[in-house]
C-alpha cells in the first residue's frame, strides 16, 4: 500500500510518498480501508513545523478520515468486516473529561494519521458512519463537527432561542452555523468575504456581518440581537478577536474558544470576563461519545455537511495550499 508522511524536512514540498506492506490489526483493532481524508489548519501546521508540539520525520498526517472495514483482530465484536466507519480524533479518550484519559493520543500526530490508503485502529475508536452520507462528508467530522458538538451541545447546553456569533465560515464554524440552527437558535456569522457571507446566509444564517466592512463587528452584532447580546460564540479567531468578542457576549455567556486563526499573539484583560460574568473555555475536539451523539444528530436530522472542494489524495499538495489561501467555505478533501 502507499502512504504519505513528513520527510526530513518539514514543509508540504517535502511530504513523501512511501510503499510499506498492508498491517494486520491486533487484538481489539480494525484494519480500514481509507476512503476519504478531511483537512484541518491543525495537520496544516503539523507538516509544516509550526504545531505546538512537533513530530518525527516518517509521522502519516490528517486526524480525520473515514472508510470501510476490512479486517478485524481479535476479541473485536462491536464491528465488522464491510462496516462503514469513522475515526474519532482522539483514541483512548472515550467520554467524561479528557484529564481523566491521561493515555489518549490523536490521529495524525502522534498516532499515524489517515493520508494513507490502509490504517489500522481500536475498535473501540470508530464508530459507524450516519446513514446517507458519502465517505467524505463523513471524514469531515471527527475534528471540525466534534469541536463544534462539543463547544455548543456537550459543554454549551444549548437552547432553542438562544442568540450565537460564529466566526468564519471554515469547517467548523460551518457545522457550528449547522448544528446551532439545528437546536433552534439564532446564528449571526461573521467574516471578511462577501461571497463567503452569501453562501452562510444560504446554509440559514439569520444574519451575517463582515469585519472588515466593520472594524468594531461587536458594536453590529449587538444591534443584530436588539441589545440583548449573544449567548454562545465560537471563537476562532484568538487573541485578537477575544476583546471584541467579550464587548458582544451576554451575561453569563460562553465563550468557546476553538482556534487563532487571527495570530497567537495579544492580551486578554481579565475584567472583561469579570464585567460580562461569561465562562471561556478551550476545546480540545471531544471524545469518542461525542463523536457517536453527532453521529446520531446528523442521521435523525439529515444535515449534510458542506464540502467545498475535494482532492485526489495524491494532490494533498494541491489541497493543502488550496485550504492555506483561505477561500473554502467548509471543508476540504481528499479522496482515495
Known amino acids: 500500500m502507499q502512504q504519505v508522511a513528513i520527510g526530513t524536512a518539514y514543509g508540504t514540498q517535502n511530504l513523501i510518498t512511501q510503499a510499506v506492506d498492508i498491517p494486520s490489526p491486533g487484538p481489539g483493532q480494525v484494519l480500514v480501508k481509507m476512503k476519504a481524508a478531511a483537512l484541518n489548519y491543525r495537520d496544516w501546521e503539523v507538516v509544516n513545523g509550526q504545531y505546538h508540539e512537533d513530530f518525527p520525520a516518517g509521522l502519516v498526517p490528517l486526524s480525520d478520515g473515514a472508510g470501510e472495514v476490512v479486517e478485524v483482530g481479535p476479541g473485536v465484536t462491536r464491528v465488522g468486516n464491510g462496516d462503514q466507519i469513522v475515526g474519532s ?129 461587536a458594536e453590529q452584532v449587538i444591534e443584530l440581537t436588539g441589545g440583548r447580546k449573544v449567548d454562545h460564540i465560537v471563537e476562532v479567531g484568538g487573541p485578537n478577536t477575544l476583546s471584541q468578542s467579550l464587548a458582544c457576549i451576554a451575561p453569563g455567556g460562553q465563550i468557546n474558544i476553538v482556534g487563532y486563526l487571527g495570530g497567537k499573539d495579544g492580551s486578554v484583560n481579565p475584567l472583561q470576563i469579570l464585567q460580562a460574568h461569561a465562562t471561556l473555555r478551550g476545546i480540545a475536539v471531544g471524545p469518542v461519545s461525542s463523536l457517536q451523539a453527532l453521529c446520531n444528530a446528523i442521521h435523525a436530522n439529515h444535515l449534510a455537511p458542506v464540502i467545498d472542494r475535494e ?22 478533501v481528499l479522496t482515495f
Not at 169 to 195: E, N, P, R, Y
Not at 311 to 332: I, S
Request: glycine letters at 12%; hydrophobic letters at 40%; charged letters at 10%.
Open 311 to 332: 482532492f485526489h489524495w495524491q494532490q494533498y499538495q494541491q489541497a493543502f495550499a488550496y485550504m492555506a489561501a483561505g477561500k473554502h467555505v467548509g471543508k476540504v
Open 89 to 217: 480524533f482522539w483514541q483512548g479518550w472515550q467520554s467524561g473529561e479528557l484529564a481523566d484519559s491521561p493515555g489518549a493520543q490523536s490521529l495524525g500526530g502522534p498516532l499515524p494519521g489517515c493520508l494513507s490508503e490502509y490504517q489500522v485502529m481500536p475498535a473501540n475508536g470508530v464508530v459507524s458512519m450516519p446513514q446517507g452520507l458519502s465517505f467524505s462528508q463523513a471524514a469531515t467530522l471527527p475534528c471540525a463537527g466534534v469541536t463544534a458538538w462539543q463547544a455548543l451541545v456537550t459543554k454549551g447546553n444549548i437552547q432553542s432561542g438562544d442568540w450565537v456569533l460564529v466566526q468564519g465560515t471554515g469547517g467548523v464554524s460551518m457545522f457550528a452555523q449547522q448544528l446551532a440552527l439545528m437546536h433552534g437558535a439564532q446564528v449571526i456569522t461573521l467574516s471578511s468575504s462577501d461571497a463567503k457571507l452569501k453562501l452562510a446566509k444560504e446554509q440559514g444564517a439569520r444574519h451575517t456581518v463582515n469585519y472588515q466592512t466593520h472594524p468594531q463587528w
